[in-house]
């Protein structure tokens, strides 16, 4: 077994592992995190596996989380077998038409066009009366699976979470390894060449866009289920800015770093909010979340995953320059 | 009119021949209807200064972008309308001028990808590349074929120059082509390289029509059965190498009026 595949076991493992001494801010903490991980992982197929910059991945999450909440009776849980696939498919089908029409764009437009597609849906929640406005609409009752599942008590969600997100990991490495995969990993070296040997790039962008945003709306379904409510701050430029950042954090490329970066990303908030240990300046937790982002791309250009590699040269690096200092 | 299918296979026949083909960028006359056509079982050179259009005339057939006038037909279909890629698996091999193989790929795994080209499935997208019999065996039969066989694991990265070199032939050749458009593949090769790469292109000449754009002048009227010479966007004379040393055309743009 390979060191990379190991570790990815044992953070399963860890996680699986986690409910059993943790609380319940403990729990819902993780969970959140894990939700971000598998957003980070949407996010990782596109610009990690296929070179496209996306600033609009917010868009299907919120999709996904508002159609969980939209489609949920008031009265009666709604059973997760329709309503997770529906959620997953409202954002993937978003994700299709904004994809076949940004995806005539390349580089710094491509960008901007899908930061402008994710500000319509936006503002179609925040100024209109269907996604309750600024308000946002509160998720009633949490959808169940029979007697089998029910996602209002905060250990099923866990575990329920924890599921999704070694699926589509695994999800993720098997397509990483497949011929689209391997087409994906051509089209992002050098997308000229592919059209050259004979590859349509476009239907392999257009698949990996719509599946990448089926992702983000899986996750915008756990996120709504998991705090009950959703507004339209889950699909602001803010949240698709933050998921990218995870997974540059992380180390690009590599789908361990969405799960790192997302975990990082998360944890780093957490600790520059707590007035236990900043007091005061808890308040100003931005500043020292962007400080050590900062520091973190600086001082690792692979992302957290190149830490293994990078550490050893790094301190031999200080240790020779002190020895060779007069 | 289409050729007839059975003459394709034979050997002179026209695979690939552009049509008046101009291309004008804005006011700039790229190409001034330039005629070529590449027979099976021969090298066609072009060669001309640089700006002369040489590199255009190969993006023009390929496919990378239209021309302003004038046709291209692929085994005796009209495919000026056709994306690049459309062309590339009905037969159209090009390399480029800068190296364009995937650096953190093995050797083996660039020729792979090229392989998976040629058969792309929908319904198959999710099996391993890496146990697709199709491609594999496709890749194997090409790194042979390019003498990269004992390099196979090293990631393209890696490799020399030429190696690199031969590479971009060998990807060319794992999309099965039966036209190959070299743009410059001698380009920075030493001695040693060199000959190693006009070996190959003289094995490849059989099967394939050739259209090798280079410099390197000996090569070329070593190698080459015949020879176009494009000065400023047009072609001032299209014969073999022999013929070509002689014209006094092609005298006075390469020599001047001395």
Known sequence: MNTRLAFVLACFALLALFPLVAGSYGIDLVTKIMVYAIFALSLELLVGGTGLVCFGQAAFFGIGAYTAVLLSS???????AWLLPASVLAAAAYALVVGSLSLRTKGVYFIMVTLAFAQMAYYVVHDTPLGGGTDGIYLTLKPVLGTLLDLDKPGTLYGFTLACLVLVFAGLAVLGRSRFGRALAGIRVNEQRMRATGFSTYPYKLAAFTVSGGIAGLAGFLFAVKDGFVNPEMMSWHLSGAVLIMIILGGLGHLRGALIGAFAFALLQELFKSEAIFGAFAKHWHLGLGLSIIACVVLLSRGLVGLPAQLPARLLGAKNSEGAAP | MNAPASNLSEAGAVLLRGRNITRRWGGLVALKEVDVALQRGSIHAVIGTNGAGK????????GEFPPSEGQVELLGQDVTAWAQARRARAG??????????????????????AAQATHQQAWRWWQSAQHCTVSCGIAEDVVQRSGLADLRNLAAGLLSHGQKRQLEIAMCLATQPQVLLLDEPLAGMGAEETERMLAMLEDLKADHAILLVEHDMDAVFRIADRVTV?????????????????????LTAYLGDH
């Open chain 1, 74 to 80: 008031d009265s009666n849980a709604s059973s997760l």
């Open chain 2, 55 to 62: 590199s255009t005339l190969i993006n023009i057939l390929s």
């Open chain 2, 92 to 113: 159209l091999g090009r390399s480029y001028q800068r190296n364009t193989i995937y650096p953190s790929f093995s050797v083996f795994e660039n020729c792979r990808l």
């Open chain 2, 230 to 250: 494009m000065v400023n966007g047009s072609v001032i004379a299209s014969d073999t190498p022999a013929a070509i040393r002689t014209d006094p055309q092609v």
